[in-house]
């Protein structure tokens, strides 16, 4: 045992100068004035108050869960099909289309969304397509649709891969078993199937639903200036307005409404018991 | 009793592989079927087929009276008990009896009445809202079967359901489900590879090989009257041995005529012949039919598993010369060739060739550096078809050589006049090195003695089932050992209460009734 423990301090110390540090830094910006230096820390919980009372504010982080869950919810019910009829296909044909999912996050992720700007202008493609047959144009770019169309496009295949992988991972004896006793094949899909890949699902929303709250350049690229979210802002704060404690504070805010999040998914994935009374 | 299942001329074939055979079989209701066979024989699968979860290639399954080939496995009147349960993890005991009844959308009191009677049948009424994760594997067998049962199917199919068991619940369990299938009074159809499973349970038992059935019949009709061979080494322990039929009611085995109850064969028709272990009884030797030596004794809880000889079976000793020979070592050309003297049968001189010679003599040159062969070029020997001792010479192309004697000798065999039985071996050399490598020592020896035995009535192979010597092969040390082949003797399993002494000189007698006679071709 004594050996193995000295085997993992090279990730002790990693993780404590490259997480708990920073953090640690976070938590003491947020709550100190501006213009400390190491002699002298004021504390005060100014920056929280200026955050929750101002209206403009609120309304932003109001703004970025909306569109967060939304983009969730859009990625479960298309993602959820798209995985249940993969899982359902021979062991060759999975890999080739699960490689299919995955190929684009091979690209970097900005230069994907510099390429969704080009086709949502106003003089992209669909708009060009759309003049040929007289229609249009619609303006499609700097709307809340491009930039939740920018993050279901970039996030989808992490709740496809999750549930993918549940399903795979199920017993298929336990459709036989749902068969034998008489259910049809929605009956069985809604019975067993699915509450047997809610632990996916679950695992999709914690990896789907973070980077959506608090991405910063699908909002800045296809939102324009004028779609600001919590990212965008906390962004500003840090490198347009040089106010690193109000930043600070703002993340803080986020990581804890994340942590809630989480908190909440995970209580719903870990009770099967009480799942099943439920339904006597 | 009517006919509830017709299986016509069921064949099955997975990628060209043919797993089952054309199977016939009539099933009636309110029997307790079993279908027996070693895993592989096509047991799950037809039970598979009945269930719905695989179609058949060829032949039609009436169910009542209906062809339900087409039937999907929801719709059809069975249920099925799984290998592994397959319990829905995601839903407590209550719950995976009732789901069965929510699918057919009961009214919830009706499934409420239903579920705590089945819980009540099963003996497990204080477990409704347990989850089934956290439960024992006989629990988890009863919460099965209860959700099977719950929904009053007319055939209930079990898959093998006590494999994962010990063996003390599965005996409770077997009792337990034989009690359920007469409560419930429905047909089961039970799939096992346990003979004592089998005959504990069944009304009927199909007894299964590669995809055929080999016999239908009830516990003691396939026990006292097994169809072949198979059937009778499958179905309990048995003692079974060539035999003539030399007319009715007249059996000769071990050069004995014996009377037995057994008809219908053609005069001198060869047979094989079943004793139970449990029909033979040990007397003193003059008192017995057959005579023979206590062999061994096993006890085995209620009774002694005795092993009588009544035959001996025809051996021979040989000696082996073990060497620590180091090889020959060529400085010049950087080889080393080995080789070791061996015996050769005066017969075998004719047909000898170089490459015998060569696998004889265990000839083999290498690099010492790299471990890399090198070929042997040239052998060069003279002999004749006298006994004596012939020099031969292997060498390499960069001229290593090494010189070992071919050593010819008759003699070499051992011949059994009553029982028409040879048995062959010749000396040999060997040495400690290859002995201490040898990964299957027996086989080994039988291939370095060329050991081989037949019978001189037919010139069929018997087979060496003895091999026996006295030296440590870990450890072994230069010199001369002897090493003894046999063939097996004639041997009879005997259930006793009483313990025998191992070499005691004693009598077997056996009634003609406990004769039972099969055919060869079956």
Redesign the interface.
């Known amino acids: 045992m004594k050996q193995y423990r000295t085997m993992a301090l090279p990730y002790i110390v990693w993780m404590a100068g490259m997480i708990v540090a920073p953090m640690l830094l976070i938590v003491l910006y947020a709550f100190t004035d501006k213009g400390n230096d190491v002699a002298t820390i004021r504390f005060s919980l100014e920056n929280f108050a200026r955050f929750f009372s101002d209206q403009v504010f609120m309304s932003v982080l109001k703004r970025s869960l909306f569109i967060a869950v939304i983009t969730t919810a859009i990625c479960i019910l298309c993602g959820y099909p798209i995985a249940y009829v993969i899982a359902n296909r021979s062991e060759k044909s999975k890999l080739f289309w699960i490689l299919l999912i995955t190929l684009p996050t091979w690209i970097n992720m900005l230069v994907r969304t510099y390429a969704w700007m080009g086709i949502l202008q106003d003089e992209g493609i669909i708009n060009h397509l759309l003049s040929l047959v007289g229609l249009g144009p619609i303006t499609m770019i700097h709307t809340s649709f491009a930039v939740v169309l920018g993050m279901v496009y970039n996030f989808i295949p992490f709740m496809i891969l999750q549930i993918y992988t549940s399903l795979t991972k199920m017993d298929k004896s336990y459709l036989e078993a749902a068969s034998d006793l008489g259910a049809n094949r929605i009956q069985s899909f809604l019975r067993v199937t699915l509450p047997l890949s809610i632990p996916g699902v679950i695992s999709g929303i914690t990896l789907v639903f973070l980077p959506a709250v608090s991405s910063f350049f699908i909002p800045k690229l296809l939102g324009g200036g004028q779609y600001v979210l919590i990212g965008n802002v906390i962004e500003t704060e840090f490198l347009t307005s040089g106010d690193w404690n109000f930043g600070s504070a703002i993340s803080l805010v986020m990581a804890i409404i994340i942590l809630f999040s989480m908190y909440l998914t995970k209580k719903a994935d870990t009770d099967p018991a009480a799942n099943g009374k439920e339904n006597a | 009793m009517k006919k509830l299942i017709q299986f016509k001329n069921i064949v099955k074939n997975f990628d060209g592989k043919l797993v089952l055979k054309g199977i016939n079989l009539d099933i009636y209701e309110n029997e307790f079927v079993t279908l027996l066979g070693p895993s592989g024989c096509g047991k799950t699968t037809l039970l598979r087929i009945l269930?719905?979860?695989l179609t058949q290639n060829e032949g039609q399954i009436i169910f009542d009276g209906e062809e339900i080939s087409n039937v999907?496995?929801?719709?059809r009147e069975?249920?099925?008990v799984?290998q592994?349960y397959?319990?829905?993890?995601?839903?407590?005991v209550?719950?995976n009896i009732?789901?069965?009844l929510?699918?057919?959308k009961e009214p919830k009191d009706i499934i409420e009445q239903k579920v705590k009677r089945m819980l009540k049948l099963v003996n497990l009424e204080e477990y409704a809202?347990r989850?089934v994760?956290e439960m024992s594997g006989g629990q988890q067998q009863r919460v099965a079967i209860a959700?099977?049962l719950v929904?009053e199917p007319n055939v209930l199919l079990l898959d093998e359901p006590l494999g994962a068991l010990d063996l003390k619940l599965r005996k409770e369990m077997q009792q337990e489900l034989k009690k359920i299938q007469q409560e419930v009074g429905i047909t089961f159809i039970y799939v096992t590879h346990d003979q004592e499973e089998a005959l504990t349970m069944s009304d009927k038992i199909v007894v299964m090989k590669d995809g055929e059935i080999q016999q239908i019949g009830s516990p003691t009709d396939i026990y006292n009257e097994p169809v072949n061979q198979y059937v009778a080494n499958f179905i309990g322990e048995s003692n079974i041995m060539d035999g003539m039929m030399l007319e009715d009611y007249l059996v000769m085995f071990e050069d004995k005529k014996f009377k037995c109850v057994d008809f219908g064969f053609a005069p001198n028709e060869k047979v094989d012949v079943v004793i139970r272990p449990e029909d033979l009884d040990i007397v003193p030797r003059a008192e017995g039919k057959l005579k023979g030596i206590i062999k061994s004794v096993l006890f085995k809880g209620v009774h002694y598993e005795t092993i009588v000889e009544t035959k001996v079976g025809t051996s021979i000793t040989v000696k082996m010369m073990v060497s620590d020979d180091h090889p020959v070592y060529n400085e010049g050309a950087n080889e080393k060739i080995s080789a070791n003297d061996f015996y050769l049968d005066m017969e075998d001189v004719e047909e000898l060739d170089e490459a015998t010679i060569v696998a004889r003599a265990d000839a083999q040159a290498w690099d010492p550096e790299t471990d890399e062969f090198i070929s042997i070029k040239e052998i060069s020997y003279t002999i004749q078809k006298e006994n004596g001792s012939y020099p031969v010479t292997f060498s390499t192309a960069a001229g290593t050589s090494v010189t070992v004697n071919m050593i010819v000798k008759d003699e070499n065999r051992v011949i059994n006049k009553e029982y028409q039985e040879q048995i062959f071996a010749v000396n040999f050399f060997k040495k400690a090195d290859e002995i201490h490598e040898s990964i299957a020592l027996e086989t080994d020896l039988k291939t370095w003695a060329n050991a081989s035995a037949w019978s001189l009535e037919d010139d069929t192979a018997v087979e060496i089932t003895n091999v026996k010597y006295d030296f440590d092969s870990e450890t072994i040390t230069p010199g001369v050992y002897e090493v003894t082949f046999a063939t097996e003797g004639y041997e009879y399993k005997v259930d006793t209460t009483d313990c025998y002494e191992i070499g005691d000189e004693v009598g077997l007698i056996f009634q003609p009734e406990d004769i039972h006679i099969m055919s060869k071709d079956s």
């Open positions: 269930g719905g979860f999907p496995s929801y719709k069975i249920n099925t799984f592994k397959a319990l829905f993890p995601h839903m407590n209550y719950n009732a789901f069965g929510k699918i057919k809202d989850n994760t959700r099977a929904n």
